[in-house]
């Protein structure tokens, strides 16, 4: 199974927190999504990231599965998941529910979407969004595009940079569960500390550099 990742590409689409965009926190998040994914019996093909989202619908020729990962704007107490699938498609859909399932389970402040699952051809009075419309209609390729939460909300702007690995890690579990993947390497890990740091400030940017490097990091406090 050949998975391909499409981050957004939107760097005008700026979180109400945090100094960053859309476009940073999803391309460091399609990252984490890839690092997991390559521990499974699946390929990964990342989004050339310097091309417009225009560019992906040909790229993605040839792959299993097209998943955009954006964060969403809306009002500022806007809040929860959401996922668009093609109504062709049964698996585009039952993808976009095992997504939302995943993301709900580790939300924080829940959500207050009146539907969280919603076909993707609905929008711009049938049009459909790009990301729904063209990977299947070109090449007949599943696709979903996920909203991770909001990023017009301060508390769940926030939540998104603070948890990015865990939202890349509630992906792949969806990923998992949908399609029975199983792990090719060991179960045994090897963990490398990098620093400590006496304030929480120091200790978080350099969690937010390596996590942009595309490690898997976390703060463990003592």
Not at 87 to 96: F, G, Q, V
Not at 97 to 108: F, P
Not at 134 to 161: C, G, M, Q, Y
Not at 185 to 213: C, H, S, W
Request: with cysteine.
């Amino acid at each position: 199974m050949i998975i391909y990742l499409s981050p957004s590409n939107q760097p005008a689409n700026r979180y109400v927190v945090g100094n960053t965009t859309e476009k940073i926190e999803m391309e460091q998040i399609a990252k984490l999504v890839a690092q997991e994914l390559n521990l499974y019996n699946c390929k990964v093909k990342m989004a050339t990231l310097s091309q417009p989202i225009s560019y992906r619908y040909d790229e993605a020729k040839g792959c299993d599965l097209y998943l955009a990962i954006h964060s969403n704007a809306g009002s500022a107490t806007a809040r929860g998941a959401e996922a668009y699938y093609h109504p062709s498609s049964k698996e585009s859909k039952e993808l976009a529910e095992a997504l939302v399932k995943e993301l709900n389970s580790i939300s924080k402040y829940g959500s207050n979407r009146w539907k969280q699952v919603q076909s993707g051809m609905d929008a711009f009075n049938g049009a459909g969004y790009g990301e729904v419309r063209e990977p299947w209609k070109r090449h007949k390729i599943p696709p979903v595009l996920l909203e991770v939460d909001f990023h017009s909300n301060k508390d769940t702007a926030r939540w998104i940079i603070d948890n990015k690995v865990d939202i890349a890690l509630a992906i792949v579990n969806a990923l998992v569960k949908k399609y029975g993947l199983k792990k090719t390497v060991p179960n045994t890990m090897y963990y490398v500390q990098v620093g400590a740091f006496r304030y929480k400030k120091n200790a978080e940017e350099l969690r937010d550099k390596l996590i942009k490097d595309g490690y898997n990091v976390y703060i463990k406090q003592e």
